[in-house]
């Protein structure tokens, strides 16, 4: 669990906080699939690609996500209210945590060719 510590008290439920807990390993692929859909929403049709990577809206998704795991009592509204400064703080840690999650991805670099498509379009290339 990982722990945002808020520079602006967010009040929630009557509440003050000063700390916002993250439980990444609690979002699920449809915790996942609602972030890409917020984020996607803040686009608001932009046709230019946005690769993940540089997406500040869909880390900021995947860590309310994480957020939402961690304190059910909590939801986007909530976090809506977040200075600035503390938004950027919760963007940085999904962001951190979506491009720790990709290092620990592998490929197949066996070097062993794929098997042949039946009706490929291009050739292969001549030994």
């Known amino acids: 669990m990982q722990t945002v510590k808020l520079s602006k ?3 929630v439920n009557g509440a003050e906080r000063d700390h916002i807990d993250l439980d990444f ?3 699920t692929v449809e915790g996942f699939l609602a972030a890409t859909d917020a984020a996607a929403k ?3 049709g932009n046709i230019g690609i946005i690769m993940s990577e540089n997406d ?3 880390h900021l998704q995947v860590a309310y996500q994480a957020a939402m795991a ?3 009592s909590l939801d986007s509204t909530d976090l809506d209210r977040l200075c600035l400064k503390d938004a950027m ?3 940085a840690a999904g962001r951190f945590f979506t491009l720790g999650a990709l290092e620990g ?3 197949d670099q066996s070097g062993e060719e794929s098997e ?3 009706n490929a379009s291009t050739k292969a290339p001549a030994k």
């Open 105 to 107: 991805l592998t490929l």
């Open 42 to 44: 803040c686009h608001k």
């Open 25 to 27: 390993d609690s979002v």
């Open 116 to 118: 042949p498509t039946q």
């Open 56 to 58: 500040s809206a869909l």
């Open 9 to 11: 008290p967010l009040a």
């Open 89 to 91: 703080a919760m963007s």
């Open 70 to 72: 961690a304190d059910q």
